[in-house]
């Protein structure tokens, strides 16, 4: 269980430049919740997974991981359970090393590292069976450097490692944006299986009001630092594109130069 309890952050506290990013915001996820983020352009929703993820500093408020106060956890310290990827495929990978290199690392996160990058037999057949499930013949280049690899295979490898020991908390800084539209919507498939076989709680940050409806359990609808609204159950099953854009007008405020609408 995620909970995140007034929570504030602001940038250049005492300076001409302040500027609060996230505003007393607070909600709570249970085990295995998938929610998306939507909101406009400095909604605050990049800045809310960075503070979960430990590399933006809270002002004040507390972030709880199942009980756990990580609200000032240093940021290496919350990767031993928190996986992430980001917008550009280019980062979380190695691009020098193969795939094999790339899973083995990943595999060795909150283990004992072993000497030498070579993997066992055993670790051997667990990646290429991985790979294999991603559907994109990756399970065939295991010796391939990772910078070989397309846009779309290489964010797929990134969500595998970020996955392979399953994580407590999965953050995905809009993770399909750089990719054309049916590459994205492979990764998306893909990402919906791997959470849902693995029950792992996760926030994904969209702009896609589209895959912000479609995909997980519950969505958070971001405006200023804070949260507009929380679309669960039946009202987010009803929930149209232009349900949406409404429900920001009425706040005054507009997704048409951020949102993409399928």
Do not use: W
């Not at 269980?1 to 506290?13: A, D, G, K, P, R």
């Not at 397309?150 to 797929?156: I, T």
């Not at 507009?228 to 349900?243: C, F, P, Y």
């Amino acid at each position: 269980m995620l909970e995140i309890s007034h929570l504030t952050v602001t940038f250049n506290q005492g300076t001409v430049n302040e500027k609060k990013a996230i505003d007393d915001l607070s909600f709570t996820l249970n085990d295995s919740d998938f929610v998306t983020i939507i909101g406009s352009n400095g909604a605050g929703k990049s800045t809310l997974l960075g503070a979960i993820a430990g590399n933006v500093e809270v002002s004040s408020g507390t972030i709880l991981n199942n009980g756990f106060d990580m609200t000032h956890e240093a940021e290496h310290k919350r990767a031993q359970y928190i996986g992430r990827l980001y917008q550009d495929p280019l980062k979380g990978t190695a691009p020098h090393m193969t795939i094999e290199e790339n899973l083995e690392l990943a595999y060795s996160r909150g283990r004992r590292m072993r000497l030498g990058l070579g993997s066992r037999k055993e670790d051997e057949k667990l990646f290429v069976k991985a790979c294999a499930k991603l559907g994109l013949g990756l399970e065939d280049r295991m010796k391939s450097e990772v910078g070989l690899l397309s846009g779309g295979q290489r964010q797929a490898l990134t969500l595998l490692m970020a996955t392979l020991q399953t994580p407590e908390l999965l953050l995905l800084d809009e993770h399909t944006a750089a990719l054309d539209p049916v590459t994205s919507d492979k990764i998306m498939g893909i990402t919906q299986n791997i959470v849902k076989e693995h029950g792992i709680t996760t926030l994904m940050v969209t702009h896609n009001v589209e895959n912000a409806l479609r995909y997980g359990n519950k969505t958070l609808v971001m405006s200023q630092g804070k949260i507009l609204k929380i679309l669960e159950k039946e009202e987010r099953k009803n929930m149209t594109i232009t349900d949406v854009m409404k429900l920001y007008n009425s706040a005054g405020d507009s997704l048409s130069d951020t949102a993409v609408l399928g």
